[in-house]
């Protein structure tokens, strides 16, 4: 990438890798469906079914516990659902919780009508209430169906990390099925679904380097799985009708594995982290970092300049060579006050701005990212000081 220009919004999307280009490029060149017996077909489902073993070992789950959606709010939206099966026997769930500073294929609470849905607090560093999910769980009120419960394992806008095995083993200590939306974590940190008390896992494969529209969720057990809400041939043995995208799910399984691959050297590290947010506090005293004092993924800041409007902000960046996010990037490029940072407190303030980045985010990259901030901190003060000066 041309050094005029930076781009720090992985947790928008990753940049396509070359080893999900290239199996995205040789699946297209394969002419038969997985679900066809001759020998076309069968190299097409080997190529499937390889995807599904690299998507499935990045998070330690078996092959056959992976089903591929279009993506993850596709997979929210199959999981957040009153209606499972354990075996051939119904199993009803019925009410749903979700944290306040969910993304927002979590927060719209799936299938379940929206008086089903209890939204749990967070605290001033964006944690959940243990207590307050606690006191839900212990009222709920099983004679009507199984309590469900849906986090994040790593916030999207501020990188904060949930206690996964904390919250999950509250969940099953009362009962409950645990999904966990593990988008922003994959191939960031390591994830065991064996492990974490997850039921259910949510990917995305754009988010580790693959291609766009397609994503997975994936079970800890095939014993009780959810309706499913595309029905057809059969396919993803029924869990999910309709012909598997074979080039992209090829993709997918491609930036799997390297993603798993990366954890395992070491890839991620917070130095580059540490050293933009040493490099915020220098320029700008007063910027607030979100979260710091938490657990955080390696790759995230999210951080405010006082009285200066995110968005402002935003768009000077951009001009200035910098893609980087005034919170998430999930509404259709709408740009407006973040509910995550409403959710812990901040929600007068001015916004944040996310930074996120990746391993091969260079040296470069941040230096151009903190010249740019502080010739917009340079501005803003300029500015302050004219406008006193006037009164």
Known sequence: MARDRAYL????????????????????????????????????????????????????????????????????????????????????????????????????????????????????????????????????????????VAMQAANNETGVLQPIEEIGALVKGFGGLFVVDAVQAAGRIPLDITGSCADYLILSSHKIGGPKGVGAFVAVSDLVMPKSIIRGGGQEKGHRGGTEALPIIAGFGAAARVARERLNSGGWSTQMRDTIERGIRTIAPDATIYGEAVGRLPNTTMFSLTDTKAETVQIAFDLAGIALSAGSACSSGKVGPSHVLGAMGHGDGPGGLRVSTAPETGEDDIALFLNALKDIVARRDRSARSAANAA
């Open 9 to 148: 919004d992985y947790n928008a999307s990753a940049p396509l890798i070359a080893a999900a280009r290239d199996a995205v490029v040789d699946a297209m060149m394969q002419t038969g469906n997985p679900s066809s017996v001759h020998l076309e077909g069968r190299a097409t489902k080997a190529i499937l079914e390889a995807a599904r073993r690299d998507v499935a070992a990045l998070v330690n789950a078996k092959p056959d516990h992976v089903v591929f959606t279009s993506g993850a709010t596709e997979a929210a939206s199959t999981l957040l659902t009153p209606h499972y099966t354990m075996g051939r026997a119904p199993l009803r769930l019925s009410r749903l919780y979700v944290s306040a500073s969910e993304h927002p294929c979590i927060l719209a609470g799936g299938q379940f009508a929206s008086e089903q849905v209890e939204v749990v607090g967070v605290d001033g560093n964006g944690l959940i209430d243990l207590e307050q999910l606690r006191g839900f769980l212990a009222a709920h009120d099983r004679g009507q169906g199984l309590p469900l």
